[in-house]
């Protein structure tokens, strides 16, 4: 049996190996805690894969990786410490078994653009977090072994804690709280259901002839922050919350004390103006669709009340 490693238990290496594992196809998760969702074709191994050493024996037999770690913090000198040196060192250690690697990637490397993003796009952002994704990008595209690159915009859905649509949004919503948004309430955001980015990596390591692409995770229409809050709150039966916003001015200036609001005054730009993913040419390259939002909401709604329950109990 081929074996398919996960790099990664964050939202998206879990999905990944959950489908994957849920298909038959027996996974190999490397972490460094030796975490991750726990299923009979989920081998759980403790593995810094930043490390060379580590990735021969963990690699073995591997038809395909898919690299799904994160920095340490979200700043740039961190991103720029760790991940470029990560990524090396599964390359070349994947390219000798003759595996593909995917990543997840973000929209980053575009930088602010007018108009939609397609995958034709320039994707040559230099400052900052942004930069890193587009050092990232060439990296990969002089490595010897294959990849894929599969771009998404903000996450949501299962799993997903981390987000704008994550923890900050679908509990606030559920306690019927005042939600406080970043930038713009009422310009158009793309998020991506996660499920959807996980099937799309999946799909793109089987198959060859999209080796050595960019692509675009499936992305339903792009909607308002307002809307998939009101979307939220209908999907959960519950009255729809009052919605303000965090105007970027206000990131800048607690940035003066703060790297954390600092880091996060640099994308505000993704707020402010309307942000809009294109992902119709990669859908029909991968035969696949995104998931109506008010299906991938009610999917994530659930999750999130299963997660009250059991911290409840």
């Known amino acids: 049996m081929s074996v398919h490693v996960v ?15 849920e298909a038959g196809e027996q996974v190999r998760l490397l972490t460094r805690s030796g975490s991750g969702p726990v299923h009979p074709l989920i081998e759980r191994r403790k593995v810094d894969v930043s490390q060379p050493g580590a990735l021969t024996e ?16 979200y700043a740039a000198r961190v991103w720029r410490a760790e991940l470029p ?4 060192a599964v390359l070349e250690a994947a390219g000798p078994v003759g595996a593909v690697v995917v990543f997840p990637e973000s929209l980053y490397s ?12 320039p994707r040559n952002a230099s400052a900052g977090k942004l930069g890193v994704r587009t050092e990232l990008l060439a990296q990969r595209e002089a490595s010897a072994t294959p990849t894929v690159s599969v ?6 859905g299962p799993l997903v804690r981390n987000a704008h649509a994550g923890e900050r949004m679908v509990p606030t919503v559920l306690a019927g709280k005042t939600m406080r948004v970043l930038g713009s309430p009422d310009q158009p955001h793309a998020f991506t259901y996660v499920p959807d980015l996980a099937k799309a990596m999946i799909t793109a390591a089987a198959r060859g002839d999209l080796w050595n ?9 792009a909607v308002t922050q307002r809307r998939l809050v009101e979307l939220t709150a209908q999907t959960a039966g519950v009255s729809v919350p009052k919605v303000s916003s965090i105007p970027p001015w206000v990131l800048r200036a607690s940035g003066v004390v703060s790297r954390e609001m600092r880091e996060l005054a640099e994308t505000s730009y993704m707020f402010t103006a309307p942000f809009v993913l294109d992902s119709s040419a990669s859908e029909q390259r991968l035969g696949l669709a995104p998931t109506p939002i008010s299906d991938g909401l009610g999917a994530t709604v659930a999750w999130w009340r299963e997660q009250q329950h059991a911290a409840a109990a």
């Open 7 to 21: 790099t990664g238990a964050g939202p998206v290496g879990s999905t990944v190996a959950l489908q994957l594992a």
């Open 58 to 73: 963990a690699f073995d037999g591997a038809v395909a990786v898919h690299h799904c770690i994160h920095g340490s913090a």
């Open 85 to 88: 040196k990560a990524e090396l």
């Open 110 to 121: 575009y930088g602010p653009v007018d108009g939609p993003m397609t995958e034709a796009t």
């Open 151 to 156: 771009a998404a915009s903000d996450f949501y």
């Open 213 to 221: 692409s960019f692509l675009h995770a499936p992305t339903a229409p």
